[in-house]
T-cell receptor, first 111, second 118 residues
Framework: AQRVTQPEKLLSVFKGAPVELKCNYSYSGSPELFWYVQYSRQRLQLLLR??SRESIKGFTADLNKGETSFHLKKPFAQEEDSAMYYCALSGGGGSQGNLIFGKGTKLSVKP | KAGVTQTPRYLIKTRGQQVTLSCSPI?????VSWYQQTPGQGLQFLFE???????NKGNFPGRFSGRQFSNSRSEMNVSTLELGDSALYLC?????????????????FGPGTRLLVL
């Protein structure tokens, strides 16, 4: 079954510390993986996608097919990074709109 | 350009009633997907519509249905409401162009409709 697991409900770090939000997935085939973020009182929005291999707001994520992981990393956390982060997997099946989400990790960056 | 809009933003219903939620996608987007968000289950995919046709469906009972109009606006309906249907319902739009691997497009989410079933 297709599944996304985010083992941490809450991650608290101090400003300037490195951050790693974990994501593991289960998928038969070539996965398409994403990180979505929801800042306080804002809409859910795309942060980055593995296919583009880009860095957004200092965040990067590498797809590790051997470990079926797509962890989100940032070397130096900022207070404005505090938000809810969701890892998502494209459900495929010829659909563009079928995303399977993890349950999310709340990142709190303390001053 | 204007983002995805959802109406109403808040709704209170009682068990057994039915409810219709509306979603207007970003102009030019033809795909609309619906998700249910609850504290226990998180974000779960309901269904996706593209060009007035349901293209994919999640694992929800038949009480949950939807449709899409020729202007790409979409509605979802929940009949015979249950307490467990209380949730935030999100819709997301994209251009919806078909493609192979790597073609998954960015989903743009609306603010959601918060439904409370009493």
């Amino acid at each position: 079954a297709q599944r996304v697991t985010q083992p941490e409900k809450l991650l608290s770090v101090f400003k300037g510390a490195p951050v790693e939000l974990k994501c593991n997935y289960s998928y038969s085939g070539s996965p398409e993986l994403f990180w979505y973020v929801q800042y306080s009182r804002q809409r859910l929005q795309l942060l980055l996608r593995h296919i583009s291999r880009e860095s957004i707001k200092g965040f990067t994520a590498d797809l590790n097919k051997g470990e079926t992981s797509f962890h989100l990393k940032k070397p130096f956390a900022q207070e404005e990074d505090s938000a809810m982060y969701y890892c998502a997997l494209s459900g495929g099946g010829g659909s563009q709109g079928n995303l399977i989400f993890g349950k999310g990790t709340k990142l709190s960056v303390k001053p | 350009k204007a983002g995805v809009t959802q109406t109403p933003r808040y709704l209170i219903k009682t068990r057994g009633q039915q409810v219709t939620l509306s979603c207007s996608p970003i102009s030019g987007h033809r795909s609309v997907s619906w998700y249910q968000q609850t504290p226990g289950q998180g974000l779960q995919f309901l269904f996706e519509y593209f060009s007035e046709t349901q293209r994919n469906k999640g694992n929800f009972p038949g009480r949950f249905s939807g449709r899409q109009f020729s202007n790409s606006r979409s509605e979802m309906n929940v009949s015979t409401l249950e307490l467990g249907d209380s949730a935030l319902y999100l819709c997301a739009s994209s251009r919806g162009l078909a493609g192979g691997p790597g073609a998954q497009e960015t989903q743009y989410f609306g603010p959601g409709t918060r439904l409370l079933v009493l």
